[in-house]
């Protein structure tokens, strides 16, 4: 379906609806509150007034909200700034013109995304922390190493959203938001139980090795285009 997203203008200045952004902020709100993704977007779709296939669409880019008060009321129910679910089209600066400041705020989120890959493959993904619960006793070692994967996303979130401020116009900030709330989960769902590790053989099942290797060239195209 062609994508039918609107522009619209406030204050002089021409805006377009950020779906990607849009999209991060449905799976972290959903997550933060212990619900699943539909429930939060049936609750959602109450809240602005309209049907639940619109939300859908805005979430998977086929068309975003043109409406400004909308997306203020949709960014209140996320908690979240409104400017986070827009994009601007005037004035801004390209990716390749980010100031020494935005570069360094990249930087960061890189490092962080870096540090839970690195932490998935040096634990063989995170097969290690399961045999420690077990041989510590703990009764169900696959929740265990899922909690302690959550502290680490949490940090990842808080890093992303300590660089908003200065990135949160660019397209590099949405490419970040994208991999942090699809692309790494990916590298470890319905992977962290023991068996599954004993499955992995490259071919049908990705192993350890190839789940990061593929996350790693997906984030390092991102931030290659501006270093």
Known sequence: MKNSRRIFTENNTRYIFNDKAFKSCVV???????????????????TLGVTKDAVNNWLYGRN???DPEMIRKAAAYLQV????????????ITMFQLTDRQKDAAKRIYDVLIWFLEEYSNTDGF?????????????????A?????????????LVLS???FDLHDQDIYDEFCEFASEDLPNVYNGKVSCACRFEADGENEPTVWQDYEKAMQRVNEIIERIV
Do not use: C
């Not at 972290?28 to 109450?46: F, H, P, V």
């Not at 097969?127 to 929740?143: A, I, L, S």
């Open 81 to 92: 700034d409104w400017a986070l679910l827009v994009r601007k089209l005037d004035g801004g």
């Open 127 to 143: 097969h290690d922390w399961w045999m420690d619960f077990k041989n510590q006793g703990v009764r169900d070692p696959e929740d």
């Open 145 to 157: 190493v899922y909690e302690r994967i959550a502290r680490m996303e949490e940090k990842v979130r």
């Open 162 to 164: 300590q660089e908003y």
């Open 28 to 46: 972290n709100t959903a997550r933060k509150r212990g619900i699943t993704q539909g429930k939060l977007m049936d609750e959602l779709s109450d």
């Open 64 to 66: 975003g909200v043109s």
